[in-house]
């Protein structure tokens, strides 16, 4: 049987320690087969990204050995940041790579997830792809209430009952959310202010939940050690939403509200096609399709 390349994209409950960020990476460095492809750092958020790929059964190991290695390293009981979060991994997801079937990613979710619940003793909820119930897959509806709300709601809450491990947060890692998606985008824009009630009202206006763009999560956060704020968004489809298209959303917004645009980032890597799809809106391009890139047709 032929081995498909798989992605994996943990988000973990640290971004103000880089020892432990290295750890992390050279945990997963570690298993043969894997290439840590990039990592990410957010004092303000508290989080850190690491991206890393290789064969299913080798990402899945060195999922399996990081969530173990952070549950050593990061303790919830002392962790706070900006953005939401019910454990020292907050969420892992299995992407598919090429010619990749999704379903192997579903599965490779499944196996990891019972893996940590039993080995680690850490509750772990199922999401996207492959969770198990239509109430589970957004990822916002399995971090309500953040780890402080599920330390109590996971004991007496039946509707919150993990899918795999004990029916309590582990001691120092809490729970962790793990699925299979299809690539996303993490898409910030920064805005001149310190008022963080513009970016949220920015967010509410444009995210798909209750707002006016398809395929797009967002919130507001404030950044303090920048003296700005920002619209932190997810691009769950970037075919649906462009980069684009969201940066202006959040452009048009702030011109309403009498807040200019500061810079925005891309946080951890970006498909190709999302790019290409940027330079052909924004020149208006005919007929533009990735294939024309040159060092895409080299490297094939």
């Given at each position: 049987m032929a081995k498909e390349l798989v992605e994996c994209v943990p988000n973990f409950s640290e971004g103000r320690r880089a020892e432990v960020v290295e750890a992390l990476a050279e945990e997963i460095a570690g298993v043969p087969g894997v290439r840590v492809l990039d990592r990410q750092m957010d004092p303000d958020h508290n989080?850190?990204?690491?991206?890393?790929?290789?064969?299913s059964e080798g990402v899945g190991e060195a999922a399996f050995r990081a969530v173990g290695r952070a549950s050593q390293l990061?303790?919830?009981?002392?962790?706070?940041?900006?953005?939401?979060?019910?454990?020292?991994?907050?969420?892992?997801?299995?992407?598919?790579?090429?010619?990749?079937?999704?379903?192997r990613c579903v599965e490779l979710a499944r196996r990891v997830g019972r893996r940590i619940g039993e080995e680690l003793q850490i509750?772990?909820?199922?999401?996207?792809?492959?969770?198990?119930?239509?109430?589970?897959?957004?990822?916002?509806?399995?971090r309500r209430g953040e780890y402080e709300g599920l330390k109590t709601a996971i004991l007496s809450d039946p509707?919150?009952?993990?899918?795999f491990g004990p029916r309590r947060l582990h001691p120092r890692a809490g729970a962790v959310?793990?699925?299979?998606?299809?690539?996303?985008?993490?898409?910030?824009?920064?805005?001149?202010?310190?008022?963080?009630?513009?970016?949220?009202?920015?967010?509410?206006?444009?995210?798909?939940?209750?707002?006016?763009?398809?395929?797009?999560?967002?919130?507001?956060?404030?950044?303090?050690?920048?003296?700005?704020?920002?619209?932190?968004?997810?691009?769950?489809d970037f075919h649906r939403t462009s980069l684009l298209t969201a940066y202006r959303a959040v452009a048009a917004q702030a011109e309403q509200q009498g807040v200019e645009i500061s810079h925005s980032e891309i946080v951890g890597l970006v498909p190709l096609a999302a790019v290409a799809d940027v330079t052909g809106q924004a020149l208006r391009l005919e007929g533009f399709t990735p294939d024309q890139i040159l060092e895409r047709r080299l490297g094939e």
């Open positions: 989080r850190a990204v690491i991206t890393f790929a290789g064969q990061i303790d919830m009981e002392h962790h706070r940041g900006e953005h939401p979060r019910i454990g020292a991994t907050d969420v892992i997801p299995f992407v598919p790579l090429g010619e990749t079937p999704m379903d509750p772990v909820y199922l999401y996207e792809r492959a969770a198990t119930r239509p109430d589970r897959r957004n990822l916002e509806d399995l509707t919150r009952a993990p899918d959310v793990v699925g299979a998606r299809q690539p996303l985008i993490a898409f910030n824009v920064y805005l001149k202010t310190k008022d963080v009630g513009a970016a949220k009202a920015i967010a509410r206006a444009i995210r798909t939940r209750g707002g006016s763009l398809p395929a797009v999560k967002a919130l507001g956060f404030e950044i303090p050690h920048l003296g700005l704020v920002q619209v932190s968004m997810n691009l769950t």
